[in-house]
C-alpha cells in the first residue's frame, strides 16, 4: 500500500506511460553528462566587492576560458575588457557609452563574443538546464544563439536576433543578464564553508546575492552561530554581534542593513563615557559608511558600553551553564579596581582601563537598569529585522554543522580531539557525545533553539548553546583554548591576548587523524578529502594550506582585509569539476578606479589531484538520486502497464 500511494502522488507529475518515459530519457542523459564544477569558498566576513567578483570570475575560470577561445584572435586589452564586461556589466557598460565608439556597434561585436563564452561554460549541462538558468523573456533569443548550428544561415540569423535586440532598445539589458548567465554557469554548486558574517562591511549584501543565486549550501562558522543566536533574541549573542560590528565601524549594516536601532546604545554611552577618550575601543576603519557615519569618538563610548554589557551576559550564561566549563572567561570579578590589575588564571595584569562606572565589584554581573533598557530595544529591534531574520532562516533552510558531498567532507571548524587523536565527547544534559554523533546532535539542539525552543533539550535561554559553540573551547566552530575579547580590550601586554588552539590544529598535519575522521563520516579516505575553514593559512610564513597528507585542504586564506597582513593574499577556491581538484590563490580585491576601469588580478591555479578518470554526473550524488529517481519512474511505469494504476492524458492538447 505504501508503494501504491507513492506511485499514486508520482503519478501527479508524471500522468501516463508517455510522460515518465520521457523523464526517464532525459534522466539517463544527465547521467552521461560531465560532472558540474564545485567551488568552495571560506571565511568571507562581510567582503561583498571581493566576494562576488571571486563568483563572477568563477575564480579565475573564465579569463581562462576567454584565452582559450579568443588567445591570438584579441589583444590581450580586448580579452581583460571582455573579462571586466562578465564580472561587471554594468560599470563596465557605461565606461564604454563615454567612449567615442559607437555604442550599438560595440554591443554588436560583445554579443557575439559572450555567445562564444557563454556556450563554452555551457558544455557539460543538458539544453534544458542551460535554458533554465538564462533570464525570463530573453531565454529564447539567447538560446537561439547558443544553439544555431546551420554554418551557411548563423551568419545572417545571428546578425537578425542581435539587431532586433539592439533595435528594440534591450541590448544593455541582454548584455547584462548574458554576462550573469555566464558566470552563473561556470559554477555548477558552491558551498560557503562558514563565516559570512563580522569584520567586513555587508555581509548582508551576500546573503542578498546569494538567496537569488543557484545550488548553495552553507556550513556553519562560529561567526555565523553567534548570529544565529542573536536571532533568537540572546543577550549575550546580540552584544558580542553589536561589539565586533561596531568595532569595525559597520554602522551602514546594523542600521540601515538590518535596522537595528542603535540610538538607546548610542544614548548610554555617551552618558556614561562622555570624558571617557575610550582610547582601547577606537573602531578600526576598513570600510566607510556611506549612509550612517559615526563620529569616531561616539563610536568608541558605544564599543566600551556594548562590551562591558557582552561581559555581563556572558557571565551570567556561563554561571547558568557550569557544563560549559567556561568558569576562566568570568573575569570582571577577577578586577581589583584599587590596585588596576585582573586576574586572569592566577596571573595578575595591569589593566590600561579601569573606568567602569557601571560594574559594581560587589555584583560585577549584574545589568544596570539602563543597561536592561539597552538589551531590551537592541532584543526588540532584532527580533523584529524582517531581514535579518529572513537571512538567518536561508542559513537553516541552506545550511548544517557539516557537509558530505560527492565523497568529500565539509566543516568549518574542527572535530574536537585529544592530544592522542581520539574524539573528545561532550557532555549535554548527561548524555555524551563525539565526532560524527556530536555534530549531528548539535545541529539538531541548534534548530530546536531556533525554531522550538520549548523542545530544545538545552536549558537557560535559547540561543545559550550557540555562545558555546562560538567561544567554547571544545566547540567544533570554535577550537581555541580561549577568545581573548576583555585581554585585547583590557591589558596592553600582548602576551595576555594568545588564544592557543587545541589539539586538532597540529593533528590535521598529519595523515592518520584525517583518515580517521573521514572514516567516522562514513568517507573513504582513498577517495575523499576534507575541506576546512576558520583558521587563516599564512602563506608569508610558509604555511600551506594543504595538510594530512593531502587528505585535508585549509581554504581560508584571508578574504577579509583585517586577515590580509597575516596571510599574505587574499583567500582560496577548491574547485573540483569532472577531471582535476584545483586551489585558486587569490591576490588583493581592487575596486573600481574613478574612471570606470579595474584591475582584475588572475589568481594562481595549483592542481592538487588529477582524477583517474574524468567524472560524470553517475559518479555523484546527484547522480545516485537520479538513477533511484529512475528506478522510481520504471515502477510508475510497470504500475500503469498492469493496470494498477490509470493512466491520464489531456486530450485538448495537440
Not at 542523459?29 to 568571507?44: H, M, R, V
Not at 537561439?144 to 541590448?171: P, Q, R, T
Not at 557615519?293 to 564599543?303: G, I, R, T, Y
Request: aromatic content about 10%.
Amino acid at each position: 500500500m505504501a508503494d501504491i500511494k507513492f506511485l499514486e502522488l508520482l503519478s501527479k507529475d508524471y500522468p501516463n506511460i508517455q510522460a515518465a518515459s520521457a523523464e526517464i530519457i532525459n534522466l539517463r542523459a544527465i547521467l552521461a553528462l560531465p560532472k558540474g564544477t564545485e567551488y568552495c569558498l571560506s571565511d568571507l566576513h562581510g567582503e561583498h566587492e571581493a566576494f562576488i567578483h571571486m563568483l563572477k570570475s568563477a575564480s579565475g575560470t573564465i579569463k581562462a576560458k576567454i584565452d582559450e577561445h579568443y588567445s591570438g584572435i584579441l589583444s590581450e586589452k580586448d580579452r581583460d575588457d571582455l573579462a571586466s564586461l562578465i564580472y561587471n556589466a554594468e560599470a563596465e557598460i557605461k565606461r564604454r557609452k563615454k567612449s567615442p565608439e559607437d555604442f550599438d556597434d560595440w554591443c554588436k561585436v560583445v554579443i557575439y563574443r559572450l555567445i562564444t563564452i557563454c556556450r563554452s561554460v555551457s558544455t557539460k549541462y543538458t539544453r534544458s538546464k542551460v535554458r533554465h538558468r538564462l533570464p525570463k523573456y530573453l531565454d529564447y533569443a539567447m538560446d537561439e544563439l547558443l544553439h544555431a548550428d546551420d554554418e551557411e544561415n548563423k551568419a545572417h540569423y545571428y546578425n537578425e536576433i542581435i539587431s532586433s535586440v539592439i533595435e528594440c532598445g534591450l541590448a544593455e539589458t541582454f548584455i547584462i543578464e548574458l554576462a550573469d548567465a555566464i558566470s552563473s554557469l561556470a559554477v555548477d554548486q558552491l558551498h560557503i564553508i562558514g563565516d559570512i558574517f563580522d569584520r567586513g562591511a555587508h555581509p548582508d549584501y551576500i546573503l542578498d546575492f546569494l538567496m537569488n543565486y543557484h545550488d548553495v549550501d552553507f556550513q556553519w562558522g562560529n561567526h555565523d552561530i553567534v548570529w544565529i543566536g542573536a536571532a533568537t533574541g540572546n543577550w549575550a549573542c546580540i552584544a558580542n554581534i553589536l561589539r565586533m560590528n561596531i568595532s569595525y565601524n559597520n554602522f551602514d549594516m546594523l542600521e540601515i542593513g538590518y535596522g537595528i536601532n542603535l540610538r538607546p546604545l548610542a544614548t548610554f554611552a555617551e552618558k556614561v563615557y562622555g570624558d571617557d577618550p575610550c582610547t582601547a575601543f577606537k573602531p578600526h576603519l576598513l570600510d566607510r559608511n556611506k549612509y550612517d557615519p559615526v563620529d569616531e569618538k561616539l563610536a568608541a563610548k558605544m564599543h566600551k558600553a556594548i562590551s562591558i554589557i557582552q561581559f555581563k551576559a556572558e557571565g551570567q550564561l556561563i554561571k547558568r551553564h557550569p557544563e560549559y566549563e567556561m568558569d576562566k572567561r568570568l573575569l570582571l570579578d577577577k578586577i581589583d579596581f584599587d590596585k588596576g590589575t585582573v586576574k586572569v588564571e592566577g596571573k595578575a595584569w595591569p589593566m590600561r582601563d579601569t573606568n567602569l562606572p557601571t560594574v559594581d565589584p560587589k555584583n560585577p554581573y549584574e545589568l544596570t537598569d539602563d543597561e536592561r533598557f539597552v538589551m531590551n530595544s537592541l532584543e526588540a529591534s532584532i527580533l523584529n529585522s524582517t531581514k535579518l531574520q529572513r537571512h538567518i532562516r536561508y542559513l537553516f533552510s541552506h545550511g548544517a554543522l557539516y557537509t558530505k558531498c560527492n565523497g568529500n567532507l565539509l566543516y568549518h571548524g574542527c572535530v574536537p580531539m585529544d592530544e592522542k587523536g581520539n574524539f573528545i565527547a561532550l557532555t549535554f544534559n548527561g548524555k555524551s557525545y563525539s565526532g560524527k554523533a556530536l555534530f549531528d546532535h548539535l545541529d539538531k539542539q541548534v534548530r530546536l533553539e531556533f525554531f522550538s525552543p520549548d523542545e530544545s533539550e538545552e536549558s537557560g535561554r535559547p540561543g545559550d548553546l550557540m555562545l558555546y559553540l562560538w567561544e567554547g573551547k571544545d566547540s567544533p566552530l570554535f577550537g581555541k583554548e580561549k577568545m581573548t575579547t576583555f585581554e585585547r580590550l583590557f591589558i596592553a601586554d600582548k602576551t595576555s591576548h594568545k588564544e592557543p588552539t587545541r589539539p586538532y590544529y597540529h593533528l590535521r598535519e598529519q595523515k592518520a587523524p584525517c583518515e580517521r575522521i573521514l572514516r567516522e563520516f562514513g568517507l573513504d579516505p582513498k577517495t575523499s578529502k576534507i575541506l576546512n575553514g576558520h583558521v587563516p593559512v599564512k602563506i608569508k610564513d610558509g604555511e600551506s594550506p594543504v595538510k594530512g597528507g593531502g587528505l585535508l585542504y585549509v581554504i581560508d586564506g584571508g578574504i577579509s582585509k583585517a586577515y590580509q597582513k597575516q596571510t599574505g593574499i587574499a583567500g582560496y577556491t577548491f574547485i573540483f569539476n569532472s577531471r582535476f581538484m584545483a586551489l585558486a590563490q587569490h591576490k588583493p580585491y581592487s575596486p573600481l578606479q574613478p574612471d570606470g576601469t579595474q584591475v582584475f588580478h588572475s589568481p594562481v591555479m595549483q592542481t592538487v589531484e588529477t582524477l583517474p578518470s574524468r567524472m560524470m554526473v553517475l559518479d555523484t550524488d546527484q547522480g545516485a538520486d537520479l538513477v533511484q529517481n529512475i528506478e522510481d519512474l520504471k515502477q510508475l511505469v510497470d504500475a500503469y502497464r498492469r493496470g494498477n494504476l490509470k493512466e491520464h492524458y489531456d486530450y485538448t492538447m495537440k
